[in-house]
């Protein structure tokens, strides 16, 4: 396991053990954008918060043994895709910006090389996701 998985891997641990971590994450999600706070506008958020945590781990699985393998992910992408729920590209970025704010206020050792395994770890997936809106994957 590189350092970058091993930092990534117990900072999303930390984060994880306080139940309050993926509501607020919610919370400073849909405040980022009107656009998102509508997408989400009938969402059960129990069920969501469950997948966002499988997510995670899936795109950390996906970041060491490769993307294009994993058929949850390539399901997640077409779920996403223009298609279906049709999330535009760009609020990825906002997603994970909210994501690395979130980690920031629930990690005490969240700092500058954190939030750089954080991006290095999960970049990949999201590109993966916004190169799948336009495309069938």
């Known amino acids: 396991m590189s350092d970058t998985v091993r930092i990534f891997n117990e900072s ?3 984060c994880l053990s306080q139940p309050e971590f993926l509501h607020r994450f919610y919370e400073t999600l849909l405040a980022s954008s009107a656009e998102i706070a509508e997408k989400f506008k009938h969402t059960d958020f129990e069920r ?9 781990y899936v795109l950390l699985f996906a970041h060491e043994w490769g993307l294009e393998g ?8 077409l779920r996403h895709s223009r298609q279906d729920l049709d999330v535009r590209p760009e609020l990825y970025d ?6 690395l704010k979130t980690a ?16 290095t770890v999960l970049v ?14």
């Open 12 to 14: 999303l641990d930390r």
């Open 48 to 56: 969501q918060r469950a997948a966002l945590k499988t997510a995670l």
């Open 70 to 77: 994993d058929a949850y992910l390539r399901g997640l992408a």
């Open 94 to 99: 906002l997603w994970l910006e909210s994501l």
């Open 104 to 119: 920031s206020e629930f990690d005490q050792f969240f700092d500058d090389a954190t939030a750089d395994s954080w991006r």
């Open 124 to 137: 990949p997936g999201i590109q993966f996701m916004k190169s799948a809106y336009r495309t069938r994957c």
